[in-house]
């Protein structure tokens, strides 16, 4: 079973920086592509940045210059270092990746999600 575990978040002022990390475990074959995406209230699921497995990556606008994703193949972890941050980055914050489980079909995981909280 594979499973993808959250952590950082939580609550900081306009200008300020979080680091959010993931790390996927089980029995996983293989990893393609990480990202994060973020849904606030009210709000449809928003991609905010992913990663591909030979260092791609693509990023939101909203959040060029400001967020990097960085990726560790060796650890199955996946990393979102948000600087810059602003009130409207508020969202609770889901980590995602597409993983070939054992000797099964590539699919989708999720993790649970983190809150991040901008203050003005």
């Known amino acids: 079973q594979v499973q993808l575990v959250e952590s950082g978040g939580g609550l900081v002022q306009a200008g300020g920086s979080l680091r959010l990390s993931c790390a996927a475990s089980?029995?996983?074959?293989?990893?393609?592509?990480m990202g994060w995406y973020r849904q606030a209230p009210g709000n449809l699921r928003e991609l905010v940045a992913a990663i591909t497995s030979g260092g791609t990556t693509n990023y939101a606008d909203s959040v060029k210059g400001r967020f990097t994703i960085s990726r560790d193949n060796a650890k199955n972890t996946v990393a979102l270092q948000m600087n810059s941050l602003r009130p409207e980055d508020t969202a609770v914050y889901y980590c995602?990746?597409?993983?070939?489980?054992?000797?099964?079909?590539?699919?989708?995981?999720w993790g649970q999600g983190t809150q991040v909280t901008v203050s003005s």
């Open positions: 089980g029995n996983i074959f293989s990893i393609n592509t």
């Open positions: 995602n990746a597409f993983i070939v489980p054992g000797t099964s079909a590539l699919r989708a995981y």
